[in-house]
């Protein structure tokens, strides 16, 4: 860090990984909100159930942000 304050490596590592998983998170929140609320109010996409609890839609959805999260951002951290 550029302050002079030094960190414990391990201490780092923690905040690293906490960092990027947080923006990861945040992303794929984004995302998955984005299709729910636009593509998801469609009535016939909600209707679409399979084994009795399991709404089609939000499982694509959940697969699709999974896919554009990983493929096209990458996360960057302070700590590394």
């Known amino acids: 860090m550029e302050n ?3 960190i414990n490596p391990f201490v780092k590592k ?3 990984v906490l960092s990027c998983t947080g ?3 945040m992303v794929f929140g ?3 909100s984005l299709q729910q609320y636009t593509i998801g109010l469609i009535p016939w996409v909600r209707k679409i ?3 009795d609890f399991l709404p089609v839609g939000f499982s694509v959805f959940v697969i699709t ?3 554009i ?3 096209f951002f990458r996360a960057t951290s302070p700590y590394k």
Do not use: P, V
């Open 30 to 32: 984004f995302f998955l």
């Open 23 to 25: 923006s990861y998170m």
């Open 14 to 16: 923690i905040l690293h």
């Open 49 to 51: 159930i399979i084994l």
């Open 4 to 6: 002079g304050i030094k």
């Open 69 to 71: 999260t990983f493929k």
């Open 65 to 67: 942000s999974l896919y």
